[in-house]
């Protein structure tokens, strides 16, 4: 019972560590947004009291699991004195066979836990800031399934919304301006130029509408963002032709 104790305990811990290498990486990611203004404080909040409360759950298991190993190396003592001086029926080996098959169960678990901590860690030859995270620990992915999505820091465009009577003005290559807010409500202002419009109108997200009540529809422009403008991700960038 003290070995089945043991794992027991040790798949707990594992389980929260799995679960507590997730949640630092949600946090970093979150840091880097907020920074950004791009998620709310209370999101930032959420995941780092969950993260405190593990580790502390993790923590108080630790010196369990300490406990349990003591015992467990005093009981193996026990019965190695005993089997030298006793013989040991064949029947106790029949009614220990269900708890060794149980202690099997728990260190296959075992196995599996680190593998799953061993596949948090992400390989890829790819640079930049991680924006959204699809899948949490325990959870399955198809072939081709998203995992997580990672932008550029600067981003290389921006997507402007045109009414019906400004697309006609606009081609592939038309001059723009593109002006960001800075801080102290100062803008900086530069130069730029149509990519691509889109063939149909689309609704654009709802910030963008002047009424919050009423939907808007617009033709999607895709503007180059100069790379001097300092634009960050999720940052609103104001457009006008030039």
Same mark, same amino acid.
């Given at each position: 019972?003290?070995? @089945?104790?043991?794992? +027991? ?19 970093? &990611?979150?840091?880097? *947004? ?12 959420? %995941?780092? %009291? ?24 005093? #009981?193996?003592?026990? /019965?190695? %004195? ?16 269900? @708890?060794?098959? #149980?202690?099997?169960? /728990? ?6 836990? !680190? ?12 640079? !930049? ?6 899948? $949490?620990?325990?959870?399955? #992915?198809?072939?081709? +399934?998203?995992? *997580? ?10 997507? #402007? ?6 697309? !006609? ?31 149909? %109108? +689309?609704?654009?997200?709802?910030? *963008? ?6 939907? +808007? ?7 180059? &963002?100069?790379?001097?403008? $300092?634009?960050?991700? $999720? /940052? ?7």
């Amino acid at each position: 019972m003290n070995r @089945l104790k043991e794992l +027991e305990i040790a798949a707990l811990i594992e389980t929260d560590r799995v679960r507590l290498e997730f949640l630092r990486l949600q946090m970093a &990611v979150l840091s880097k *947004l907020q920074a950004q203004q791009t998620v709310s404080n209370l999101t930032s909040r959420e %995941a780092e %009291a969950e993260c405190r409360a593990i580790e502390k759950s993790v923590q108080e298991n630790e010196k369990t699991l300490a406990q349990a190993r003591l015992d467990l190396a005093q #009981a193996r003592q026990r /019965q190695e %004195a005993f089997e030298k001086n006793h013989v040991v029926p064949q029947q106790v080996d029949q009614v220990l066979e269900p @708890l060794r098959a #149980a202690i099997t169960v /728990q260190e296959r678990l075992m196995e599996e836990l !680190g593998i799953r901590r061993e596949m948090l860690v992400l390989k890829s030859p790819m640079d !930049g800031v991680v924006q959204q995270v699809w899948l $949490g620990p325990g959870e399955s #992915a198809w072939i081709g +399934e998203p995992v *997580l999505t990672v932008v550029s820091p600067r981003p290389f465009a921006v997507v #402007a919304y045109a009414t019906a009577d400004q697309v !006609g003005l606009l081609e592939s290559g038309s001059p723009v301006r593109s002006q960001v807010a800075r801080d102290g409500g100062d803008r900086q202002s530069k130069g730029s130029h149509v990519v691509a419009i889109g063939p149909m %109108a +689309e609704k654009p997200p709802t910030q *963008l509408w002047r009424n919050p009540t009423v939907p +808007e529809w617009g033709w999607p422009v895709k503007i180059a &963002v100069p790379p001097t403008l $300092g634009v960050l991700c $999720g /940052q609103m960038v104001g457009v006008c032709r030039r």
